[in-house]
């Protein structure tokens, strides 16, 4: 089992940054996937960053250009660097690490409010 726990949520004003970190209680593949994910209460938790093994990253249409993943194997975190934040990127926002046959493991979330 694989315990996940985000940290460096928070209350930010639109233009500002912030840099989320999620890191595991135990080692994780090299392998694994790492990815984040969003959601805003009464919708669908929706995709906003990714990456893999390889270091190959996509992200959403809405973040492209001003959030970006990166990955410290050494370290079993992954990291999510966000800039120009807008009042639309407020939701709580989740990790998650995946590898084959059907490891898949989330965070608890951390909030990030963003202020006009």
């Known amino acids: 089992q694989v315990q996940l726990v985000e940290s460096g949520g928070g209350l930010v004003q639109a233009g500002g940054s912030l840099r989320l970190s999620c890191g595991a209680s135990?080692?994780?593949?090299?392998?694994?996937?790492m990815a984040w994910y969003r959601q805003v209460p009464g919708k669908q938790r929706e995709f906003v960053a990714t990456?893999?093994?390889?270091?190959?990253?996509n992200y959403a249409d809405s973040v492209k250009g001003r959030f970006t993943i990166s990955r410290d194997n050494a370290k079993n975190t992954v990291y999510l660097q966000m800039n120009n934040l807008k009042p639309e990127d407020t939701a709580v926002y989740y990790c998650?690490?995946?590898?084959?046959?059907?490891?898949?493991?989330w965070g608890q979330g951390t909030q990030v409010t963003v202020s006009s």
């Open positions: 998650y690490v995946h590898w084959n046959p059907a490891y898949d493991y």
């Open positions: 135990r080692s994780i593949p090299s392998i694994a996937t």
């Open positions: 990456i893999r093994s390889g270091g190959t990253t």
